[in-house]
């Protein structure tokens, strides 16, 4: 990943999902990479990541 290290950019993530809860993690990842200008192929990784951080907030909600 360009000028982010690997862990910095899934904690910006989480943390961001936890704000913002995105309704579409897909669309959320490709605008975070686009927006942050992340290096190509991490998309299904950050994907599943926003997915999970999801339903962690969605199980400790209810």
Do not use: C, W
Request: charged letters at 35%; a positive charge.
């Amino acid at each position: 990943m360009a000028k982010h290290s690997q862990n910095e950019v899934k904690e910006s993530l989480k943390e961001l999902t936890r704000i913002f809860q995105p309704k579409d993690p897909r669309k959320f990842v490709r605008d975070y990479i686009r927006k942050y200008r992340i290096t190509g192929g991490y998309e299904d990784e950050l994907t599943m990541l926003v997915e999970d951080e999801m339903g962690k907030h969605n199980s400790s909600v209810g």
